[in-house]
């Protein structure tokens, strides 16, 4: 069963605007990742944020964690048609990697 | 630095043939990972393998299984295979005490006809 799950499943915006995704899950995490892929390839990490921050950076890449709530968020800013593609979320606990079932982001130029 | 690659790209299957696919981890890694993504689907755990022995198991039935070899490089084998099986299935790879940070190849698209 999927841990996380994603909302929206799809989402279509122009480029030059931002893009919100959200994550939920339901045990508790080390951490949580967001992955990035590309129409039916391999995924690519994007992200890392540890269940003790509560924001991180990277680029045009804002990641937040509500660890209460059981709830992250990925923000793309400024987006290119480069950035079409599935994201997904990924909480880890123990040993094990768990996605959740991704949102599909069409960034239209 | 080499990523994971994986073998073949895409295979195509008749319905009860095994299908046999191949992943190399990112040298110096030591773990790997199988994952299942049906179309449209987030990815389902399948098999973690690590120092050549089977660590976790994802909620598939037994005809689902693999291996490990000495170089750290791994098989999937799917036998009896149905048409469900279809998907692509991805390959990833970590440090032992890493497991968190997986290292992704570009998958295999099986399809079962």
């Known amino acids: 069963s999927q841990q996380g799950e994603e909302d929206p499943q799809a989402l279509s915006i122009q480029e030059g605007e931002n893009a919100t995704m959200n994550c939920s899950y339901k045990?508790?995490?080390?951490?949580l990742q967001w992955y990035r892929q590309n129409s039916g390839r391999g995924l690519v990490h994007l992200i890392l944020i540890r269940s003790n921050e509560r924001e991180k950076h990277s680029g045009r890449l804002r990641v937040t964690l509500d660890t209460s709530k059981k709830s992250s968020s990925l923000l793309i800013t400024a987006s290119r048609a480069a950035d079409t593609a599935s994201y997904f979320c990924?909480?880890?606990?123990?040993?094990?990697?768990?996605f959740g079932t991704g949102t599909r982001l069409a960034v239209r130029p | 630095e080499a990523g994971v690659t994986q073998s073949p790209t895409h295979l195509i299957k008749t319905r009860g043939q095994q299908a046999t696919l191949r992943c190399s981890p990112i040298s110096g890694h030591t773990s790997v990972y199988w994952y299942q993504q049906a179309l449209g689907l987030g990815l389902q755990f399948l098999l973690w393998?690590?120092?050549?022995?089977?660590?976790n198991r994802g909620n598939f039935p037994p005809r689902f299984s693999g291996r490990q070899f000495p170089n750290y490089s791994s098989e999937l084998n799917v036998n009896a295979l149905e048409l469900e099986d279809s998907a692509l299935y991805l390959c990833?790879?970590?440090?032992?005490?890493?497991?968190?940070?997986?290292?992704f190849g570009p998958g295999t698209r099986l399809t079962v006809t």
């Open positions: 045990t508790s995490i080390n951490n």
């Open positions: 990924a909480t880890s606990s123990g040993d094990k990697l768990t």
């Open positions: 393998y690590d120092e050549g022995e089977e660590r």
């Open positions: 990833a790879s970590s440090h032992r005490w890493s497991s968190y940070e997986q290292y």
